[in-house]
């Protein structure tokens, strides 16, 4: 999906969207929790997964 698509269903604008997903933020945090992981002797797992309807 598109950040264009994104936005409206979660009632922000398409700048929020690109602020949120932007490489550089995303980059340095991923960074952050690598190094916490290495030190903690643990692997870091990030996932998106369909809502389960119940």
Wanted: proline share 7%; glycine share 4%; hydrophobic share 45%.
């Amino acid at each position: 999906m598109s950040g264009t698509q994104v936005a409206p269903p979660l009632s922000v604008t398409l700048p929020v969207v690109s602020h949120r997903l932007g490489l550089d933020d995303h980059a340095k945090s991923m960074e952050t929790l690598r190094r916490m992981a290495k030190v903690l002797e643990m692997d870091v797992e990030m996932r998106l997964m369909p809502k389960s309807f119940s």
